[in-house]
């Protein structure tokens, strides 16, 4: 599966954190990142992260793209609530299009508990059929 790990300055530690303890599992999965968020999880648990922008240069939207192109399978974005970010729209538009195209997204920890472990549980599985077989778009 293919999964994106994103996460605001003030839980970027948070999603360190949670990567390490779960490094087994995301191990078995192409991981992609936003810029600052990507090297940090590189950095802690040596696992290999595709990289794009950093959040308000635009990696929001090239993982936004990915979403739209039907390559995407899982999101982990945790979001600060309590700090105004430069780039709301984007972050909004990211979070819109993981709606649109029903791609599961945990933007807490306690949500992202009971994604990777349902992940490892198979229960992301339709996300192949969808793969195979086309999303709204036709996208395969
Ligand atoms: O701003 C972000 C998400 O909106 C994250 O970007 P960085 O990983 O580059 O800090």
Same mark, same amino acid.
């Given at each position: 599966?293919?999964?994106?790990?994103?996460?605001?300055?003030?839980?970027?530690?948070?999603?360190?954190?949670?990567?390490?303890?779960?490094?087994?599992?995301?191990?078995?999965?192409?991981?992609?990142?936003?810029?600052?968020?990507?090297?940090?999880?590189?950095?802690?648990?040596? /696992?290999?992260?595709?990289?794009?922008?950093? $959040?308000? +240069?635009?990696?929001d939207q090239?993982i936004g793209a990915?979403i739209a192109? *039907?390559?995407m399978?899982?999101i982990?974005f945790?979001r600060?609530?309590?700090?105004?970010?430069?780039h709301e729209p984007d972050v909004t538009a990211l979070v819109r299009l993981c709606d649109v195209y029903s791609i599961?997204l945990?933007t807490?920890?306690?949500?992202?508990? /009971?994604?990777?472990?349902?992940?490892?549980? $198979?229960? +992301?599985?339709?996300?192949?059929?969808?793969?195979?077989?086309?999303?709204? *778009?036709?996208?395969?």
């Open positions: 599966m293919n999964i994106a790990l994103i996460a605001h300055d003030q839980k970027k530690n948070d999603l360190v954190q949670f990567v390490t303890a779960y490094k087994d599992i995301f191990a078995k999965h192409a991981l992609f990142a936003t810029g600052t968020t990507g090297s940090r999880i590189n950095e802690a648990t040596g /696992l290999d992260v595709t990289r794009f922008k950093s $959040g308000p +240069l635009g990696g090239e990915l192109k *039907n390559q399978d899982a982990f945790f600060d609530p309590l700090t105004a970010q430069p599961p945990a807490n920890m306690g949500t992202a508990e /009971l994604l990777i472990r349902g992940l490892e549980m $198979g229960l +992301l599985e339709w996300r192949n059929v969808v793969k195979e077989n086309g999303d709204v *778009n036709g996208e395969k």
